[in-house]
Every structure is written in C-alpha cells, then in structure tokens.
C-alpha cells in the first residue's frame, strides 16, 4: 500500500476543518453539511480499504507467517529535540489501529449524518460541521501515532475539539462551564502524561545510540514496544517510592489516560459533558475519544506487561470506576447522563480487561493475552452499541425536547423506530445473546477469572447493575405512563426524520451482527490469531445475572407504581448521595475553588500587589521620605549653610585622617 | 622678562581685547552703540570662538610654568566659549529689555571678565595664578547675580553668593597656605609641589591641606556639603547669568579641579584625595539627586540638577588618566549644550510670560511644540538616554572610571548608575509636565527670537550629533593626551 | 626669648577659628565680613610666617599675601555694594531675614 | 558602510522617524503612508535576510555570525559598531519585524498627536532592531536604552488608567535593571580587553574568555538580573502588569511582543555566553526565581478580572519560562527557550492587539462586565480563542512546540533540583489553561453581558490584516517548527560549547 491513503486519510478532515472553519460563514447550510458529509464518507470509504488491506490482503508487510505486523506507513520528521528525541508525524498500521480507523469513521459518518437532521435548525451550523471535522482529524490521528509524542499532540487536539463541542451552545452558561471542566480536568491528567514521557524518553534516550534503544526516536512505539525488557533495563538504577522508575512512567502516562476516559477520580468532566449536542456525545463521548485511555494501554501494552505493578493500577482503577459508575447510573433522572455514566463504566470494564491481561502464561490457562482482545472487541462493540444508544436518547430529546426521563413515558407508540434500535441497543449493553455486547462481555469476563476469581465476579456484578440501570432507563422512557402532555400538545412526539432515522437502523444492525465477527482472528496483542470460543460457565453466570437483571427491572419500572420511590424513601441517603454522585463535584468545587482559586491564587496575587509591588513603591517612598528628612538643611540662612560647609570640609579631613591612622 | 611671552596667551588676548571693544563702545559709544551692542558683541565673540578653535595651542609654559596652554586647556577653552556664545544668544533678547538695556554693557563686560579669569584658572599652573583666576571669575559673578536690581530675589541671591565665595576663598587660601608649607622649597609651582608631596607620608596637616583646598573648588563646582548656596542662587539670579554659573563657571572648575588634583596633588591621589573624592561624589549625586527630587521652580530644578551632574562630572576626576580627563572634557561638553538648551527654553518662557514653575508647563506642547521637543531631548541627554549625547557622555565617564580594577571604583560607578534612575525620575517629571499633565497651557503659544533659535538649534544639534559623531570625544582624548606626557 | 613658629601659628589659628564661629553666629552682615576679614588674614599670616621660616629665602609668600589683600578687599567691596542694596529691599543687614529661597 | 543589509536595519527606522518629520501634525493619510512603506519594508527585509541566512548557512558557511560588519565608533575605548546575526537574532528580527508591521496597522486611529505617537513608535523600533543586529555590547546596550524610553512617553500620552504612574514605574524599573547591566558590562569589557584597551565585541570576548572565575560571578549577577528586570523576572516583573494595563495597544505589543524579548536574548548572549563557568556555577539562583515567575505569574493571572493584567502576568509566566529554559544551559532547552520567545512574542501581540480592539469599542476591559463577545463580533472572539489556544499549547500552535523542547531539554538536567522545579514549571500548562479558559468562558462565551454591546461592530480590514498576520505565523511556527528549531540549535552550537568548556 502506497502513502497517498494514509496521507489523504489525515488530511481529508483537516482540510475540511479548514473549508469549513474559514469559508463557513460565506457557505450555506446546505452545502457545508453536504461538503461534511460527503468528505466523512469519502474518508470512511478510505478507511474502510486501508483496513480491508491491512486484514485481509495477506500482503507480506501486514502478515507475515501468520502473524500481522505492525507497519509504519510513513514517518517524517516534525521536530527534534535532540538526536535522540525526534518527534516524528506518521501513520501506524496495527490491528488496533486498523480497528480504530473503522470505528472511528463510522461512528463519524453517522454522526454526520444523523447530525444533518439534528442540528437543523441551530444557528453555527458550519461551525459544528468544521468542529466535527477537526475532531475526526485529530482522533484518526491519535490511533495511527507512531510514536508517544504524536499521540500526544493529537491527545491535545482531541481535548480541543472536545472542548469546542462541548460548548457548542456557547450562549449557555452550562455549556460553557461544562467545556472549560472537561478541558481542564483532562489537561490535568495530561499533565501526568507528559511528566511520564518525559521520564520515559529520558531513560530510553540515555542508553547508547548504537544499542538496542538506540535505532529509532526514543518516542517510537515500534522499537519501544519491541523491546520492553530494554526499556527497563535502561530505567534501572533508578527508583521511586520503591517502584522502578519504568512502573511509576507508564502509571503516570495512564494517568492521561485515566483523564480521557473518565476513570475514577477523573471522571467529573464526562457527565457534564453532555451539555453539548447529542451527537457529540454519541461521537466523542461515547465511541471514540473517551475510549483514547484504553487505546494508550493497549498501544504500549507490551511496556505495561514488563512492569505487572502498573497493570494492577489499572485493574484496581477500572473495578472502582466500573462499580461507581454503574452505582450512580441506577440513581439519575437525565437519560445522557445516565448513559454517560454507563459509559464510564463500560470504559472502565475494558481497563480492568487490560489491567487482567497478563502474556506471560499462568497455570491451568494456555492464554493470557485474552483480556487484551476482548477488551479491543468490547470497544469496538461497545462504541457501536453506545453511539447507537446515544443518537438513540438524541431522537428522544429531539422529540421531546427534554433530557429528563420525568417527561418522557410511554414513547414506545410514538417513536416505534426509536424504540426498536433503543431496546437493541440496551439488549447489547445488558450482555443478551447474540448481541454484539454479550460476546464481548463474555470474553471480558473469562479474562478476568482467569486473573483472579474476584475480578470475574466483582465484574460481573457491575455487568448485572448495567443490565438492571439499562432496562430502568428502557421502561422509564418507552413504558411506564405515558406523559399526559403528548396527547394535549401540537407536536406530538414522532420519529426523528431519515437522516436521523438511517444512522440509528444501520448502528441497530451492527450491533446485531458484530459479536459473530472472528475479532480473535484479527486483533490480538501479537498478532497472532486466537479463536474465540465461548467460556460456557462464565457466559452463564453472566447471562443469568443479566436476565434477573432484566427481569428485576422490569417488575419495577414497566408500569407505573409507587415501589420506586418507596425504595428511595426507604434508603435517602444513598439515594441522594448516588444521584449527587456521592459528591465527587462538591468535593473539586471546594479545592479548586475554595481552596487554589480563593486562597492560592487570590493570596498571590494580594503579595504580588502588596508586597512586591509595595516593595518597590517602597523604594521609591523611602527615597521621597529621605528628600523631605534633608530639606532642612537648605535652610536658606547662609550662615548655616557655611556651616555645613566648614563641618563637610573639617568631617572629611577627620574622616580621612582617621582611616589613615 | 620677554614680553613675548604674552603672546603665547593668545585666548585670553583675545577675551581681553573683545572686552576692551566692548567696554570701550559701551562707555564711549552712546545710544546709538548701545542699540547694536548685542549683535555686535554676539558676532564678535562668535568670531572669538572659532578664532579660539582653530588657533594651534601652545605647549610651551611662560611665565616660568606658571601659565601654560596646553591643548587640554585650549580645548577646554573653546569649549566654554561655545557655551557663553550661546549664552549671549538666548540673553540677546534679554538684554534688550526695559529694564536692562541701559546697563547691558556692564553684563556683557562682567562676563567677559569672569570668562577671562576662568581661562586662566584653566591655563594656571601656579596656584597664584589660579587663586587669581578663580577670584576674578567668581567676583565679577556676584555682581552679574545681582543684576536684577528690581527683583529682591536677586540681591538675596547675590548676597549668599558673595558671602559663601568669600568664605570659600578664605577656606581656600587657608588650605593653601597650609599646602605652601608642605612645598619643600618655597615653590607654589603644581609641578613642585608634586615633587615635594612625592613620597610624603599623609600628616594631619597635610589632610586638612587637602580637605580644604577640595572645599574651596568644591564651592565653585557646588560638590555636597559646599553646595548650599547653588539652588538659592541659581534661583534668584536672572537667567542667563543661571545658565552661564551652572555649565561655564562649573566646567572650568573641573577642568581646574583635574588639573590641580593631578599635577599638584597627583602623589596624594591613592592615599588621601582618592577617598576623599569617593565620599564627596557619592554625597554630591546621591543629595543633588534627592532634593531635585522636590523641586517645583524649573531654575532651582536645575540648580540641583547640576549638582548631581557636578558628582558625574568629578567621576572623571577619580581616574587620572587623559582617557579621564579626555571623558570628562566631553561629559562638560554635552553638558554646556544639554543644559543650556533647557535654559534657553526657561529664558525663553520667562521672558515671555514670566513663569518658572514646572506647573506653568504643563501642556506646553499643546501651545509650543518646538520648545517642547527641545526641553525633551534636552531632558532626556541630561538623564542620560541613548541616543542623545548625554548617554554617551555618561557612558564613556563611566567606562573611562572602571579601566582600574579596582572594586572600589566599580561600586562608586554602581552608585552613580542607580542615581540615574532618581535623576531619570525627575527629569521625566519635567517631560510628563510637558507632554502629559492633563489640563489647558498656561503659556500661550509664541515665537522665539531669532537669537534664541538659533540657541536653541545649537544646542539640538548637539545632543543628537555629539553622541552619535564620535569625533568630539575623540578630539577630547586627542587633545588630553599630552599633559599625561 | 625665642619667638619660634608656634608663636605665629597659634594666633593664626584662633583667629581663623574665631572667623568662622562669628561668621556661623553673627547675624549683622557687616559682622560677618569682618569675621570674613579675620579669615583671611589669618591665610595671609600663615603664607607669611610659613615663608619667613620654612623658606627663607623665597617671596613667594610674601607676594600671594599681597594679591590675597587686594582680593580680599575687592570681595569686600563687592560685599558692601549688593549689602546696601539689601538695606534698601528691607530695611535693616540681619542676616537670618535674608532667607525667602529655600528648600 | 552601507552595503551591509543588516545597517538597514536601523536606518529604515531612522529614514521613517524622518518621513513622519516631514508629515503634517494631524495628515493621517500621510502618516500612514510612511508607516506602512516603511513596516512593510522593514518585514520584507527581515524575511529577505532570513532566506538569505538559511541560504548562506545551506551554502557552507559556518561561521558564527553573518553579514559581519564593523566600524570603529570610539576609538579610545575601542567602541565598534560591529553587527553580526546568527540564526536566533535572524528570527528575532523577524519577529521584531512583523510585530512592527502588525503594530503598525493596530494603531490605524490612535489619536491625539498621531505624529508624535509613531515617531517615537519608531524610535522604539529603531531600538529593537539595533539591539538584535549589534554584537558589540555598547551599541548592543545603547539600541537596548533607546528601545526602553520612548515607552515612558508612549503609554504616558497615549495609554490608558493610571498611566502617569504606571509609565514612570515601567521606566525606573527598567532603568534601574539596565543600571546593574551596564556596570556588568564595563566589567566584561575591561577584563576581557588587554593593556588598558576594553573589549565590546562579543565574539571577540567569547573567544578569549579571559575573565577570571571570581568577577564571572559577580558580572554574572549583575547582567543577568539587569536583563532579567526587563524579561520580567521575579521579583523585579511588576512593572509589567502595571505598564501593560495602562499602554496603548501598539505599544504593548511592541513592549511584550519584542521589547521583553531583549531581556532574554540578552541573558543568554551576554551573561551565559559570556560568562560561562559563572552561569554553571550561579544558575541554579535565577533557576529558582524564574521557577517561581512561571508558577507565580500563572496563578496571579487567575485572579484578575482586567484584560490586560491577564495577559500582563500571563506574561510573567511566559517570560519567566524563557528564562527558565535559558538557564538549563543544554542546547534543546535553550532552543525552546528561543521558540518561546518567538511564540510568546507572536502571541502575547496578538493578545494585546485584541483586547486593545475589543476596549475600543466597548470602552471596558473589566471581564464582569462583558460576556457573549462571541455573538457580537465573532471574528474578534474567535482571533481571541485563537490566541487563547497557542497560549495555553495547543499543539499545531507555536507554544506547544516551544514548551515541550523547553520541557525535554529541561529534563535533560538529572539531579533532583532541576526535577523539581520542571515538574513545576511542567505544572502551568495547567493553570495557563485554567485562566485562559476563564477568560474565554467569560469574555467570549456566555450570555452577552451588556446590551449597549449589541451594536458593536466587528473588525475592520486594517484590523483584521493586523491579527491575520500573528496568527498565521503562530500557526505557521506551530505546524512547520522543525526548520526553525534546526536553525536556532545550530546558532547554539557556540554557546554550549563554551558552557561545556566552563564545567
């Protein structure tokens, strides 16, 4: 494969950034959407052959014995630091990658799509469509990063465009205070990201140019990922806190990571981050961007294998985000943010995936890597099945005009199309064969068990909650009563329009069909195949508990009836601090705003004004104050003035004849 | 005795003979000669100035080393005949006045006396010579201070002068008198008495000797604690004779100064005066500094002003080297045309309105945008800012002072340099009144006399060209090479 | 008795000191130019009496003695003519009314 | 004399205070015409002496400096007029030269005195070129004042607020740095020269490097803190917020955009190059207040409801991260403290440049009291999210390229001291981004504030020429940094192996 598709995958996007960024104001609506949407397919297209090539053309460069290679397809210079640190602009090719670029121009191009009908009537609608452009640039560049620092500098772009999403109703408050959070929080956690690189390339670019580290940019992944027992070996000697210094690198850069994707105790910008358009969230929030963390994890899973220390982190990390999150989903009203935090915790399920996926073989198991194909399967199922929710809740929200399920009830006559794809999506989601989910999960949660019996069944739990918040949400929105206003008003809640309609049928379909792919054929941490067979106990346990789950649910919430909020009344507390989301907000309210902003910052700015300031006014009156102490002697007698004219002469005699004594 | 030899005085002939023209027209020349006196007198001693400028020097002593002209002397000489040719410039107008115009041959004759006593002061290599000089300079001033005889701040003026002056010379010659019994032979020759200090161990006496004779040209210089009487009487005293006390009387005192300190004390120069000086400078600037500070009457501004420019000036004194005096011949240079290109503005204003305070220029370029401009860069070469002739003046004394490696003398310049920042202070308050205090101008737009333009266009083109033209300060070095032969 | 240095020293040294304590406390002008007066020829005596005995065989003493008189009584002169014109402005020679200039 | 490119440096400056001579007091048009011409001149020969540069150095020659060229001026002292460039004073002129330019067009309507406004104006340009074309350290020093005075009048007359005393603040302040710093050069010239004859020229001193190890240290010190006063340095930075807020707009772009650029430039020319085994021993002093600048500026930004303050201590920050990077003495952290300067310099223009837009038309520069500027003047708020972005490092705008090199060659330094204070220093990322954001929430976004701002306009096309420019080479910088980057680390080979020489 030649270097016109990978540049041109790169650069289709941007360009239309630019279009559209700069020409949109000239443009009409109609062309800037169909310019959008059009350049989306082109580039899905695109990426669909690459991947296509990649998988399944069985060209010596991508597999090689049976094994698929990773392949960098370009790979030029951007800027050097010194000769060791160079970071590089290119494209890797990799099972994950490939994955990622299938996924993510997917999602995209429905979210183009379906966003055609949404945004209709916003103002800023070239605007949105430049935005999305720039978000779909910088993720297709995130996941074909060739080294740490381009992914970094596409981790940042992404942090942008979900940034500039998020607000794109800049004339609300919420919205703009919601971006600023999400921005900020994940820049706090880049931080700790770049801290690790730092650290990272300092040991790697500090071994001898012509050892083994010393062929490429100390940035690049291939020759990182090659070698992770190099990687170490040049980090030793030094320690931290008692961890190798390598350890305590790669838990930093997954603290980037852990921003991203919203992992506990960074997770407080993705719920607000609903105040942004709905098919953002489906887009960013959902499938692609939040789901950056994981990707970093599998990217440099080798570097996380050598140090297992690191990989514990992340399990114990994603079980409490996991649990948390599904916690506070079953105790919210907004049906985004309850699917938001339903993604937070299906994130965190892939983590623990991750975190439980040791390569070297333990006993009685034959295959360690599983945790890590399961859980780039339960990605790519789970951004199918969750953008799908997501534009689902969208035709909701369109219809009714309200995020909040209070408003909703009974739509299911309504909205039949919404209705089907919704309950697809939640059959998904909940782990029910054969959809998509259940595959996924099922593999997932063989992973964990096989790591530990307490991950396998903590985890399962969580999958149970999901089943239970899903089918909640489910009920509350299609059953239950119909809200009495549908039948008074004008507009009666219909089904969204084709543009709408379409994305939600096709994402329906996928999920249907995805779990029956062979993932194992295609992406595993070596590259070697691995054939998925189904755990038959774990997928029974699983499967049980999600049908109580289910079943649970629907004694509670498919008719009206007062054991909800019994139930509520019964536990207030919990009640509240759930739905409060045990107070994680107030908590970061208090010290950034008590404690950095009132104190920290308003202190140094009083000594900045005070007393640095005052320092040099302080000069500058102390000079003024010994001006007025003098003036008396220009007395204007003239006899005092000879007189300090005879002491002066007689003192500097006297002066000087005494040091020269 | 070779009568000859007078003609080896070749400047102060020619200061004697304009005075005998000038004193014989006014005397004998009735109406008619007073009414072209100023012109006459002006092109007069401008032709005087460049005859000084291009007449060679002579290097040879006469009078048995009492009087010699060397081209030091002779530069310095031409020197401070450009300022007093712009002096009578911006008097010109001045002198034509009511009030004066009867007796401004006595002003024009006055000057050129004291003139002649400062050339010989500069000239004077016995120190009879020189008392001689500096009193026939310093004299005929306290009657020029008293000019205004309507105006009591005049007399008040005068008589502090005249008082401190006398004091001072009494200091003077005490000091003298004492330096005269350390002479070794009887000698009041500078080169003798080098020769008899040489090897002298500092004595009590010979300190005091010293300490007094810095007193006593320090008057002239007005160095701190012998300054008091400047402000009062650079305040009181008409204009032009302000400007003619702060930048000629001082110039050839320090040229004075330098010359008595190096040739007649120059063995004396680590051991006693050295610290001496380093005391004096350091209060001269620091004290000058702080009572400009305050001051709200432009003339009394400039007397302190020119007190701490006096400490700047001295700095030169600190390295006995010609690559010192050489700097601070320039430093007087740019300071004669910098400061009198503020005075030139004063005069200017005052004549025509009669204020002096700096409030009265608030918005002035409002109404004289030229006058601004000038009072600016005028302002701006005396604080010392590139790229005005006052930098480089600055600059190069403050270069020419650190070419010893001594710590001492870099903390001295260190002193200096953080003074600039409070002199920078107030010369700005000069400039914020102008340019940027709010409110109408209280002086009303007007044109200046020819004469004082022309003031007024020297004196500009100076401070830009001084400093960028490095001709002049080579010219200086040049010219006090050979005394340090 | 042997009338050594001393004997001329002294005397010029209390009436130099004695000058510059009356210039410093009187406040009549013309008291003040005495005080002067005494000042400088206390100068004068030393050049004399420094020439008579450490260099006996010179004049040069001797002659700056004479210009320091002639000067001194210029000074004076010059002194008394702007004192009068005070007396004029404001009716008396005190010193310390003379003092509208300052700070 | 004249043949030499870089003299024209100077004397289009000079020939343009001499044109604006010539212009009626209020002819705007004329005016206008002179400044244009001339900026336009000026920019067009800054990017012809960079090609040329690059062309040169692509040609083979190595040698430190280019278009070489010196005139004896004091002979006595042995004071030259030498100029010189090497690839930083190339970019430095070039910055100098579009902020001039954008500078230029910013002040379109200043008033009153429009003559008078540009004369100086130029004087102060006139200043900046001569300083980063000088390598003989007293016209080095002499361009340096001339650049520092004309601001007293410049934000005395035509600035804003409390500008009386602001100005007179800004001035001492940086008089009094540059009065440490000229006793610090006499001191380097008299003890690098031989036999009672000093030594200015830079290269000259570098190559003897005679200076004895006792007086490096106190020389050191003393250039250092003089060009740290204007770099902004704590504790000396705080005429800085106060000269900011009250400047007018051209003027405190020119002051933050180059101006405070000298004092960096100057840190690293004289005091480190010069200086080296006083750098090694002393660096870790100025280390830990820029350290502090960076931290301090940042979290006083936070705070500050005007505009320009914001900017004002945002620079603090920014500056202080030069010098920061300056002061690691390895070659990749001093290239990014050039990048920095060059990216602060673009952006912190464009910065001043809009928000002096912004208050010409709603006459406030109080955050409170605007909001929705968004919806107002759209081309304005997004130039101001734009230059909010490369401020906080967005990646694909010049201050994230010049962070990062600053942060990887900053960690290049092993011991635990320098650790700590880049993690530090890594930290403002953070708080830069906090404060920028705030702003942009409150100014740009949101609900409009003020419905008197309905009515505004949004830029006009001088004003819009002015912001396309920084933005297009902030982005410029930002997407193509690599032969930048080459050419300033080359011009550092000389300086770090005087530093290595030192150890």
């Known amino acids: 494969m030649g270097i016109t598709l990978p540049i041109l995958i790169l650069a289709l996007p941007f360009t239309m950034f630019l279009i559209l960024g700069i020409g949109g104001v000239k443009m009409s609506r109609k062309l800037a959407g169909t310019l959008g949407i059009l350049a989306n397919g082109a580039l899905a297209v695109m990426a669909y052959i690459v991947a296509f090539t990649y998988f399944f053309s069985g060209e010596a460069q991508f597999i090689l014995d049976g094994v698929r290679q990773q392949v960098q397809l370009f790979d030029v210079t951007w800027l050097a630091f010194t000769e060791r640190m160079v970071v590089n602009i290119g494209f890797l090719l990799d099972p994950i990658s490939a994955m990622m670029l299938v996924v993510i121009t997917t999602i995209s191009f429905m979210v183009h799509l379906y966003s055609w009908g949404y945004m209709e009537h916003e103002p800023g609608f070239q605007r949105y469509y430049a935005f999305l452009a720039l978000f779909t640039f910088s993720m297709l560049g995130l996941v074909v990063a060739t080294n740490i620092f381009q992914m970094y500098i596409f981790w940042e772009l992404v942090g942008v465009s979900s940034y500039l999403l998020i607000g794109f109703f800049y004339k609300l408050p919420s919205a703009v205070s919601a971006s600023k959070k999400a921005f900020i929080v994940t820049r706090f956690a880049d931080l700790f990201m770049l801290i690790g690189i730092l650290v990272l390339s300092y040991y790697v670019s500090h071994t001898p140019a012509d050892g083994p580290l010393g062929g490429a940019s100390a940035f690049n992944f291939m020759m990182l990922n090659a070698q992770p027992t190099n990687v170490l070996a040049s980090t030793l000697g030094a320690t931290f806190l008692s961890g190798s210094v390598l350890t305590w690198a790669m838990i930093l850069i997954f603290v980037g990571g852990m921003g991203k994707s919203a992992m506990l105790p960074l997770h407080i910008w993705l719920p607000d981050a609903m105040e942004g358009p709905t098919p953002v969230s489906a887009l960013i929030h959902a499938a692609t961007m939040v789901v950056a963390g994981v990707y970093l994890v599998a990217r440099f899973f080798p570097l996380y294998c050598i140090v297992p220390d690191s990989l514990t982190f992340i399990t114990v990390v994603g079980a409490i985000t996991a649990f948390y999150a599904a916690v506070v989903a079953c105790a919210q009203i907004d049906i985004k943010r309850i699917l938001a935090f339903s993604t937070i915790s299906q994130i965190a399920f892939m983590m623990v995936a991750l975190g439980c996926a040791y390569n070297e073989p333990i006993e009685g198991v034959h295959y360690s890597g599983l945790g890590y194909m399961a859980g780039m399967f339960h990605l790519f199922t789970h951004a199918m099945f969750k953008a799908l929710l997501f534009l689902g809740a969208g035709a909701l929200i369109h219809a009714v005009h309200s995020n909040d399920y209070t408003k909703m009830g009974g739509l299911r006559k309504y909205m039949p199309i919404t209705h089907i794809t919704f309950l697809i999506g939640c059959l998904a989601i909940a782990g029910i064969w054969p959809f998509s989910g259940f595959f996924s999960k099922d593999e997932m949660l063989a992973a964990m068990f096989n790591r530990h019996w307490f991950w396998g069944a903590w985890m399962t739990m969580v999958a149970g909650l999901t089943a239970f918040y899903m089918f909640r949400m489910y009920y509350l929105v299609f059953w239950w009563e119909e809200n009495p206003e549908y039948k008074t008003s004008h507009h009666k809640p219909h089904d969204a329009p084709w543009q709408m309609s379409l994305p939600l049928i096709i994402l329906a379909a996928v999920s249907c069909v995805a779990g029956f792919i062979p993932f194992g054929e295609l992406v595993t941490y070596n590259g070697e195949p691995y054939h998925i067979h189904i755990e038959a106990p774990v997928a029974a346990t699983s499967l049980t508990v999600a049908v109580l789950a289910i079943g649970l649910a629907t004694a509670m919430y498919v008719k009206k009836n007062p054991w909800p909020t019994r139930l509520k009344n019964m536990f207030p507390a919990l009640w509240q601090a759930a739905h409060r989301r045990f107070y994680w907000d107030e908590i970061y309210m208090f010290i950034t705003h008590n404690i950095i902003f009132n104190i920290i910052c308003r202190g140094i700015a009083w000594f900045d004004r005070h007393i640095i300031d005052g320092a040099m006014d302080g000069m500058a009156a102390v000079t003024n104050w010994c001006s007025v102490r003098i003036k008396g002697m220009q007395s204007g007698t003239v006899t005092a003035y000879v007189r300090w004219y005879f002491i002066g002469a007689v003192l500097l005699a006297a002066i000087t004849w005494i040091c020269l004594l | 005795m070779d009568y000859s030899q007078f003609g080896a005085m070749l400047p102060e002939l020619i200061i004697l003979g304009i005075f005998l023209i000038v004193f014989c027209t006014d005397t004998f020349g009735g109406e008619g000669a007073r009414k072209i006196l100023t012109p006459f007198t002006t092109v007069l001693f401008g032709l005087a100035t460049v005859a000084i400028w291009i007449i060679p020097s002579n290097a040879e002593p006469i009078f048995g080393g009492m009087y010699v002209d060397t081209t030091a002397c002779k530069a310095m000489k031409a020197m401070l005949n450009v300022g007093v040719f712009i002096v009578l410039l911006q008097s010109a107008k001045w002198t034509d006045s009511d009030e004066v115009a009867i007796r401004k041959g006595e002003f024009y004759e006055l000057m050129l006396v004291t003139l002649f006593g400062m050339y010989l002061m500069i000239s004077a290599r016995h120190f009879l010579l020189f008392v001689i000089g500096l009193e026939s300079a310093s004299l005929p001033l306290a009657a020029m201070v008293a000019f205004n005889k309507k105006h009591y701040e005049s007399h008040e003026a005068a008589i502090k002068y005249i008082l401190t002056a006398v004091f001072s010379s009494a200091i003077l010659l005490m000091g003298l008198s004492l330096v005269y019994a350390f002479s070794g032979n009887g000698s009041l020759y500078f080169d003798d008495i080098r020769v008899a200090l040489t090897g002298e161990a500092p004595s009590g006496l010979l300190i005091a000797a010293l300490a007094f004779v810095i007193a006593g040209i320090g008057f002239k210089l007005s160095l701190v604690p012998f300054h008091l009487w400047t402000a009062d009487v650079y305040q009181g005293a008409p204009t032009a004779i302000t400007a003619y006390l702060s930048v000629i009387s001082k110039g050839s005192a320090a040229f004075a100064f330098f010359v008595i300190f190096v040739q007649a004390f120059g063995s004396m120069y680590s051991v006693v005066w050295e610290w001496m000086m380093y005391a004096v400078i350091i209060a001269t600037i620091t004290i000058g500094n702080l009572f400009a500070m305050r001051q709200k009457n432009m003339k009394r501004f400039m007397a302190f002003s020119s007190i701490s420019q006096a400490g700047y000036i001295m700095l030169g004194v600190m390295t006995e080297s010609a690559l010192g005096l050489g700097s601070m011949m320039f430093y007087i240079f740019v300071y004669i045309v910098s400061n009198l290109a503020v005075f030139s503005v004063i005069s200017a204003i005052e004549r025509k309105t009669g204020l002096v305070g700096m409030e009265d220029y608030d918005g002035l370029h409002k109404t004289n945008p030229w006058l601004s401009f000038a009072m600016t860069l005028a302002m701006f070469s005396l604080a010392g800012i590139p790229p005005f002739a006052g930098f480089f003046s600055k600059i190069l004394i403050f270069t020419s002072v650190t070419a010893s490696d001594s710590m001492a003398l870099y903390m001295l310049v260190l002193v200096a340099l953080i003074n600039t920042i409070i002199s920078l202070y107030y010369y700005l308050l000069v400039v914020k009144a102008i340019w940027i205090n709010p409110g109408e101008a209280k002086v009303e737009g007007f044109r200046s006399s020819g004469a004082e333009r022309l003031a007024l266009w020297i004196c500009v083109a100076g401070i830009i060209f001084f400093g960028l033209v490095p001709y002049i300060y080579q010219y200086c070095v040049d010219m006090a090479l050979p005394m340090f032969n | ?103 | 004399m004249f043949s030499n490119l870089l003299i024209w440096f100077v004397i289009v400056p000079i020939i343009m205070m001499a044109g604006l001579a010539c212009c009626g007091n209020s002819n705007m048009k004329a005016i206008r015409a002179v400044m244009v011409t001339c900026s336009t001149v000026l920019l067009g020969m800054a990017i012809w002496l960079v090609c040329e540069f690059l062309r040169l150095r692509g040609a083979g020659d190595t040698s430190e400096m280019l278009f070489q060229g010196s005139w004896m001026w004091y002979e006595p002292l042995n004071i030259h007029l030498a100029v010189g460039v090497d690839g930083i004073s190339v970019l430095m002129l070039l910055l100098s030269a579009i902020i001039v330019f954008a500078g230029t067009f910013a002040s379109w309507k200043i008033s009153p005195l429009p003559k008078n406004f540009f004369l100086w104006f130029a004087l102060l340009s006139t200043g900046v070129f001569g300083f980063f074309i000088s390598i003989d350290m007293f016209t080095m020093f002499m361009f340096y004042e001339v650049a520092l005075i004309p601001m007293y009048l410049l934000i005395g007359v035509w600035g804003t607020g409390r500008k009386e005393y602001s100005a007179m603040k800004l001035t001492l302040m940086l008089m009094g740095g540059s009065a440490f710093l000229m006793l610090g050069l006499l001191g380097i010239a008299w003890h690098s020269g031989s036999a009672g004859v000093p030594e200015w020229n830079i290269l000259q001193i570098a190559h003897n490097n005679s200076i004895d190890p006792s007086w490096q240290n106190l020389l050191f010190c003393f250039t250092f803190v003089g060009f740290g006063v204007l770099g902004a340095m704590f504790p000396f930075h705080t005429w800085s917020p106060d000269g900011h807020a009250c400047a007018p707009t051209a003027v405190s772009m020119l002051h933050a955009g180059v101006l405070m650029k000298l004092g960096g430039y100057g840190c690293f020319r004289i005091a480190i190059y010069l200086l080296p085994s006083a750098a090694q021993e002393l660096s870790w002093i100025f280390i830990i207040l820029t350290g502090i600048s960076i931290v301090y500026g940042a979290f006083s930004a936070c705070v500050q409801t005007d505009l320009k303050y914001i900017n004002a201590y945002s620079s603090v920050s920014h500056c202080g991260m030069v010098l920061f990077a300056i002061l690691m003495l390895n070659q990749t952290a001093m290239t990014g403290g050039i990048l920095q300067m060059l990216s602060h310099g673009l952006m912190t223009a464009l910065f001043f440049a809009l928000i002096g837009m912004i208050y010409g038309r709603t006459h406030t520069r109080d955050i409170r009291q605007m909001g929705g500027l968004m919806k107002i003047m759209p081309y304005l708020g997004v130039c101001y999210m734009i230059a909010g972005f490369a401020s906080l490092g967005l990646p694909g705008m010049s201050g994230f390229v010049a962070e990062m090199t600053i942060f990887f060659g900053a960690f290049e330094d092993s011991d635990l001291f320098h650790r700590i204070f880049v993690i530090a220093a890594t930290c403002s990322i953070v708080i830069t981004a906090v404060y920028i954001l705030r702003v942009v929430g409150k100014l740009i976004l949101g609900p409009v504030q003020d419905e008197h701002h309905l009515s505004l306009t949004d830029a006009s096309w001088w004003e819009r020429l002015s912001t396309v420019t920084l933005i297009v080479c902030l982005a410029g910088i930002g997407f193509f940094p690599n032969w930048i980057n080459e050419t300033i680390q080359n011009s550092f080979v000389p300086i770090v192996n005087a530093l290595q020489a030192a150890i």
């Open chain 3, 1 to 103: 008795m042997d009338l050594t240095i001393l004997w001329y020293i002294v005397p010029s040294v209390i009436m130099f000191c004695a000058g510059v304590y009356g210039f410093c406390t009187r406040k009549n002008m013309i008291a003040l130019l005495i005080s002067l007066e005494l000042m400088l020829n206390s100068a004068d005596l030393n050049f004399i009496v420094f020439n008579r005995f450490l260099f006996p065989g010179t004049m040069d003493g001797m002659v700056f003695t004479l210009f320091a008189i002639a000067i001194a009584a210029a000074e004076t002169a010059v002194a008394i003519a702007i004192i009068i014109n005070i007396y004029r402005e404001i009716g008396n020679t005190d010193i310390t009314s003379v003092k509208q200039m300052k700070f």
